[in-house]
Each structure stands twice: as C-alpha cells, then as structure tokens.
C-alpha cells in the first residue's frame, strides 16, 4: 500500500510539473471548432487554470454545445471544486459550472467569450468536450406609432375667411396665431329658422301697409288740389 501511495503522489506531482511548465490556453478566431479539457477523454490534470478564448466577427454570438461534461462534484453548500468559468469578455457576464452534467447549450451575448478550466490539487474527472459556432445576432428592430391627425374643426371655431352661423360666442383664429372672441347675429337662422316665416309674413304685410297708408295720403292730397281748382271749400 505504501508503494501505491507513493506512486500516486509521484504521478500527480508530475502532471503538476508538466502543466506547470506547458501553458495549456488556446485562442481560436475560426467561425465555428471544438473545445475540450486538457488530456480529454482522460482525466484533466490537478492545480490548473486553462483558459480558450474564443472570438469571432462583429455582429455575431457564439454558441456552445457541450456533449459531456464531466467535473469534480459540489460539496454540500454547492461551492465547486473544479470549475468551469465561461466569462463574457465584452459584458463582463460570467456563469459557473461543475460536477455531471447532461448536454446543454451556452448562448453568449456579445462575439468574444473565455472558457476556464480551474482544478484543484484533489481528484479529477474526464473533462469536458464541446463545439461552437457563430450565429448572428437577433437584429432590434425599433418602431414608432405615429401621432393621431386631427382633420376636424373644435366645435364653434372658425377660421379667419370662415362666416359663424351660431349665436354662441365663436373663437376665430388669426395669422398671428392669436384667437378672438366675437359675437354674431344669427340672420340666417331668423330668416330660415323655426320663426323665419312668420317673420317674413310680418314684415311683408307691415310693407303693404305703409304702401297703402302712402296710397291713401296721396289720393287725399290730389282730391284737395282738385277741389281748391274748383271753388268747393269745406269747413273742417
């Protein structure tokens, strides 16, 4: 036993040597490629941080389809003892992953994101395997609802070549933008209104009557002419 264990402490302090001497981060600028834990499918080492950054064209997302993933469970609180961090360089939004895992998808907001493998110096899991891809970006499409035209005129107002026909006090509006307030006569609705006919049958007959009141003074004027020619006289 005691072989074994010695055993175990040299193969760990080997891959801690290794991956402390070799970098194990990778860019990748292609649209779309694959992403996996170091040593995948064997065991990643312990005590590493390995970082693949992935960025791609402007106006573009990156999408992640994890097919295994495989880490060091949570203890109890949840808290994780290997990590995988998956940062958003662009908004600075970063989720954090650990234990077993079904297949799942990782949608990232801007085209620029950085996966982060953190181990500890316990045990180890297969790792990970992923592949990515560019997709655009859902493009916001910004509408505005125009303004309700008004083409009526407000009750009672007129403008300035317009004639009111109400008796009600009428605003007109003038060039300058400037409104007064008037009265007008309402001859139109006494001539055509409930009472226009018995108007004008009024005024109609008070006009024959001072025609013939006219008449009349004008025969009594030609009668007295006449009579002063003919020598009659009466006493009045």
Known sequence: MAYVYVLSL??????????????CDENFTAMTGEVKSPNYPEKYPTNVQCTNDIHVGDGYRIEVSFQNFKLEPPDNTLRCYDKLEILDVVTEEK?????????????????????????????????????????????????????????????????????????????????????????????????????????????????????????MRRDDRIRLVEQDNAGIHYDK
């Open 10 to 23: 040299l193969v760990l302090s080997y891959n801690t040597l290794v991956f402390a001497d070799e970098s």
């Open 95 to 215: 989720e954090e992953y650990c234990g077993y895992k079904d297949p799942f998808t990782y949608v990232s907001t801007s085209n620029h994101i950085q996966l982060t493998l953190i181990s500890d110096s316990a045990s180890a899991r297969q790792g990970y395997i992923a592949t990515y891809q560019a997709t655009s970006a859902p493009t916001t499409v910004q509408t505005t609802t125009p303004l309700p035209v008004t083409t009526s005129q407000p009750e009672n107002v007129a403008t300035s070549n317009d004639t009111a026909v109400s008796g009600k006090p009428t605003e007109t509006v003038g060039d300058s933008g400037t409104s007064d307030t008037t009265f007008h006569i309402p001859w139109i609705h006494v001539l055509f209104g409930v009472g226009g006919v018995v108007g004008i049958l009024t005024i109609l007959i008070l006009a024959m009557a001072f025609i013939y009141v006219q008449q």
